[in-house]
């Protein structure tokens, strides 16, 4: 069995979500992945070393949920206010500067 990946680079401006004084050469990638399971993010550890933005209820996962604390992940409430949607986008900002 193999492992098929494909990475596509796409040009956004995001100066609407992280301020009219955004550029892109202050802020390190992000990457955006669609994942059918939890190996898939397992398999995005191992090659690109990141931290990710993932439902609250991913910390309930045994052993898994305490390993993606202690990587830093970003915990989102998908049915919360737009108020938490805007503290994530701020969150996930400050760490790309």
């Known amino acids: 069995m193999s492992l098929k990946s494909s ?3 796409i040009e956004f401006d995001y100066s ?8 892109k050469a ?6 955006v992945a669609n994942h ?3 190996f898939d993010i397992l398999v995005m550890i191992k090659y690109f070393g990141v931290s990710f933005a993932a439902k609250r209820r991913v910390k309930k996962i045994p052993l898994f949920g305490t390993i993606v604390q202690a990587m830093g992940c970003i ?3 998908r049915s919360g ?3 938490v949607r805007d503290k994530a986008v701020e969150i996930i ?3 790309q500067s």
Request: net charge positive; no cysteine; aromatic share 18%.
């Open 26 to 31: 202050e802020k390190a990638p992000t990457y």
């Open 93 to 95: 900002g400050d760490r």
């Open 75 to 77: 915990f989102i409430k």
């Open 16 to 23: 609407y979500y992280l301020g009219p004084g955004y550029t």
């Open 81 to 83: 206010p737009i108020e």
């Open 7 to 9: 990475i596509k680079q």
């Open 36 to 38: 059918p399971s939890v």
